[in-house]
Nanobody, 124 residues
Framework: VQLVESGGGSVQSGGSLRLSCAASGFAYSSYYLGWFRRAPGKEREGVAHIDRDGRTNYAESVKGRFTVSRDNAKNTLYLQMNSLKPEDTAMYYC???????????????????WGQGTQVTVSS
């Protein structure tokens, strides 16, 4: 199983980035997918979750700014990040699990598969 993120980088506040996560080695289309992030000195937190039918959920801190999507034909997960803020600075990880890892605003971190992460830095 491989999850490989790309698209991170450095942007100024208000800018945009699009993260990608290329997946292989498992039945991608039947998995729940999502994005987490970890800022320096903080715990890993859930950012976005997408189910097998494309229904999405977001952390309150990114609602209206971030959009998660999946392309089952390309086995690729995306995270479009707009109106970026300095507090969005973190290492971003994609995640995959055969079961949902979102429930009522809470993102479970006991996920089956993780990517290696891609750094996003937002300067003010």
């Amino acid at each position: 199983v491989q999850l490989v993120e790309s698209g991170g980088g450095s942007v100024q506040s208000g800018g945009s980035l699009r993260l990608s996560c290329a997946a292989s080695g498992f039945a991608y289309s039947s998995y729940y997918l999502g994005w987490f992030r970890r800022a320096p000195g903080k715990e890993r937190e859930g950012v976005a979750h997408i189910d097998r039918d494309g229904r999405t959920n977001y952390a309150e801190s990114v609602k209206g700014r971030f959009t998660v999507s999946r392309d089952n034909a390309k086995n690729t997960l995306y995270l479009q990040m707009n109106s970026l803020k300095p507090e969005d600075t973190a290492m971003y990880y994609c995640a995959a699990d055969p079961w949902s890892f979102y429930n009522g605003g809470y993102f479970y971190t006991s996920v089956a598969y993780w990517g290696q992460g891609t750094q996003v830095t937002v300067s003010s």
